[in-house]
């Protein structure tokens, strides 16, 4: 597969998966519902941003993916975007902020350490994570606000 086809297969999977799990799990009337912090961003913010952080997520998965011997890379990669795509479902579709909490904790985590064991392989991949790792760790503020709150 061509360079630029792998990245392509990259973009799809992870933008595309993050969109249809974002269409499937929205908020709803039940969060509408919920306590909010003060902090809390405009709801029409999350769709770009998370579209962008997905994008990112992207070319680092398939940069690290095009490297040989970064297994380890690979595998944090993974768990990330199975967290990722798992808190929506929790947060939302199960309405358990409480154990969304658990995975968002869990995310973070994931994504420091992915960090951390990219910046001697692939800096680039790992810098593409540093906006990513700023917006979990907002939305973890969130979350546990949220929790919190209610």
């Not at 969109?19 to 009337?29: N, V």
């Not at 947060?91 to 350490?113: E, H, N, R, W, Y």
């Amino acid at each position: 597969m061509s360079r630029y086809a792998s990245l392509a297969v990259f973009l799809v999977v992870v933008l595309g998966g993050g969109l249809l799990i974002g269409y499937a799990t929205p908020p709803g009337d039940w969060y509408a519902a919920l306590e909010k912090p003060s902090f809390n961003p405009p709801g029409w913010l999350f769709g770009p941003v998370w579209s962008v952080l997905y994008v990112l997520i992207a070319i680092a998965g398939w940069r690290v993916w095009r490297a040989s011997g970064n297994s380890t890379l690979r595998v944090l990669w993974i768990v990330q975007l199975v967290l990722n795509f798992l808190w929506s479902p929790v947060f939302f579709g199960a309405q358990m902020p409480g154990a969304a909490l658990v995975v968002i904790i869990a995310l973070l985590l994931t994504i420091l350490a992915f960090i951390a064991s990219a910046w001697g392989r692939d800096r680039v991949a790992g810098w593409l994570f540093v906006p990513y790792v700023a917006w979990v760790a907002f939305a973890t503020l969130l979350n546990f606000s949220i929790v919190w709150l209610n």
